[in-house]
């Protein structure tokens, strides 16, 4: 009964951290940086790619961002700065914003 009791405490515990650390994941934040092309001025991708540069910390813009591929036409050429308003996620190691609105300064 005691090692039962042990198990079911070990296995609430784990849980609760997953689940603090999925809360952390996918939380709506404000990037302020430089909206630029991870291709023509970061290179850092064989393809066009729109991304904001915070400090030294780039998020990559997820497909379904809103106006993504508008969004790349204004910035592939020059970087702009601008805020970004989305959820910012992590995967394969890069930092992925779905951005919900693109403003230029």
């Given amino acids: 009964m005691k090692i039962a009791f042990k198990v ?3 296995l609430a515990v784990v ?3 997953l689940v603090l650390a999925q809360a952390e994941e996918g939380k709506e934040e404000k990037l302020k940086g430089t909206i630029t092309c991870a291709k023509c001025d970061l290179k850092l991708a064989t393809a066009c790619h729109t991304v904001v540069k915070v400090k030294d910390t780039v998020y990559w813009f997820d497909k379904g961002s ?3 591929k508008g969004t790349h ?3 592939c050429t020059e970087s702009k ?3 970004v308003t989305g ?3 992590t995967k394969d190691g890069k930092k992925w914003v779905k951005a919900t609105d693109v403003k230029f300064d």
């Fill in 8 to 10: 079911g405490v070990s």
């Fill in 81 to 83: 700065q601008g805020t």
């Fill in 87 to 89: 959820t910012v996620t």
């Fill in 66 to 68: 809103k106006d993504y």
């Fill in 15 to 17: 849980l609760g951290f």
């Fill in 73 to 75: 036409k204004q910035i």
